[in-house]
């Protein structure tokens, strides 16, 4: 529907531009004016796009949690502890002493001591030192001192002083003015009417039911016993506020702009880097070694082993075992055992019950009922209208040529619309957070 809208304007905008002073280019359906020539085939046009932003204001409902505080009563058992004094008969066990004779057979051990003769044999050593000669070689050291011609090589260092060529690259600066094309953007304004939404706050009074709180009552059973039930009271109405708002339609200039794209020549300063080689002279100091050749007396000693014949005499011993024989008195010990019968007396206990009384305090639970006032929030549910805001862009292009068909100045024709498919670029508002009402 936007293209078959704006296709519609452009040709009432076409017919509203032919004037009474056009009425014989008309013919052969308008081919004698040069107004028919397309645009293309009579200069290059400069087309640019834009994006303009389309708003939309729509109402979503959110429901809220509203917390409402209500009181009530609750039966609540009590236990006490009462202590009581009972009675109460125990038995302890007595245990009676009692003596007794036991005969019983215990084994002694009885030792006798005998002697009797034992022979053996011992093995002395005997030890004899004698003497032998030895005859062995020991070599001597001789020295004596002597001097040798030694000849060695010096290094003597030698400074000399010699120009050497550097070269090295410098760069150099030129700056020049260079002319350079550029486009730029400017933005110019255009005044629009829009249509907004405005939301009013309005207030509304709604009539809310409370139930009724639960009281315990008695009441007999089928068997006549009393039994406790919980009944719940008549509940009321109270009067409650609720949000209701309401929407205003409203005009509303905005301005918005529209970017253009201007062509034009910037004279732009370079500076350019030039290589250029620059030649010095840059004296060195250079040192060299020279070898010399010198001499040097070295003292020296030379050993020479002397043959020599020594005469020891070495000791040395030598063993012998001699035997002999001996008589000794062993001891010799045998034990025998022999059985008594002797009698003990035997301590034994006589286990018997003997009742005794003890006063005892008993802790025996005692149950009341107690009524205790207790709060607790309740939750219901709350909904209201909240406006956000829905943001597409549409894509515009505008075609502007520089000149009318064949080269004749003239009312140049307005620029062509081509809107593309819209992008859709929704922006929600944040959603409120729940309100926490405590009545």
Request: proline share 8%; hydrophobic share 30%; net charge positive.
């Amino acid at each position: 529907m936007k293209h078959l809208g704006s296709g519609f304007i452009a040709v009432l905008a076409l017919f509203a531009g032919w004037g009474p002073s056009e009425a014989h280019a008309r013919r052969y359906c308008g081919g004698a004016c040069y107004n028919s020539c397309p645009v293309q085939a009579c200069a290059q046009s400069c087309c640019t796009t834009q994006c303009q932003v389309q708003r939309q204001t729509a109402y979503r409902t959110v429901t809220e949690t509203v917390w409402d505080r209500q009181d009530y009563t609750v039966n609540r058992n009590v236990y006490e502890t009462v202590c009581e004094d009972r009675p109460v008969t125990c038995y302890r066990t007595i245990m009676d002493r009692r003596e007794r004779e036991v005969p019983f057979t215990v084994s002694r051990q009885v030792q006798e001591t005998s002697q009797r003769e034992e022979r053996f044999t011992t093995n002395h050593p005997i030890f004899e030192t004698n003497y032998r000669e030895v005859t062995r070689v020991v070599r001597r050291p001789v020295w004596q001192d002597q001097v040798r011609t030694e000849n060695y090589v010096v290094c003597r260092p030698v400074t000399e002083t010699v120009s050497r060529e550097c070269r090295q690259t410098v760069m150099r600066h030129v700056r020049e003015v260079v002319n350079r094309p550029r486009c730029r953007t400017v933005m110019r304004p255009v005044v629009e009417t829009r249509t907004v939404a405005e939301v009013v706050p309005h207030w509304t009074t709604q009539q809310v039911y409370h139930p009724g709180r639960c009281i315990p009552q008695t009441t007999l059973d089928a068997c006549g016993c009393p039994r406790t039930c919980m009944v719940q009271c008549p509940g009321f109405y109270t009067s409650q506020r609720v949000y209701c708002p309401q929407t205003v339609q409203r005009q509303v200039q905005c301005t918005r702009y529209v970017a253009e794209v201007v062509n034009e020549t910037v004279p732009v300063q370079v500076v350019r880097c030039i290589p250029d080689v620059v030649v010095t002279q840059v004296p060195q100091q250079i040192t060299r070694l020279v070898h010399e050749t010198r001499q040097r007396q070295v003292p020296y000693r030379t050993c020479s082993w002397v043959a020599e014949n020594v005469v020891h005499r070495v000791p040395y011993q030598t063993c012998r075992i001699v035997t002999r024989e001996h008589v000794r008195m062993a001891p010799v010990v045998t034990c025998r055992i022999v059985q008594e019968q002797r009698v003990r007396r035997e301590v034994y206990c006589v286990p018997r019950q003997e009742a005794y009384v003890v006063t005892q305090r008993v802790m025996r639970p005692v149950c009341r009922v107690v009524q205790q006032q207790l709060c607790r929030m309740v939750p219901r549910q709350v909904s209201r209208q909240v406006p956000y805001e829905i943001c597409t862009m549409v894509p515009v292009q505008s075609c502007q040529p520089a000149t009318n068909c064949c080269g004749v100045p003239g009312d140049a024709p307005a620029p062509v619309t081509m809107p593309d498919e819209p992008m859709q670029a929704a922006r929600t508002l944040p959603r409120p957070a729940p309100v926490l009402s405590m009545r």
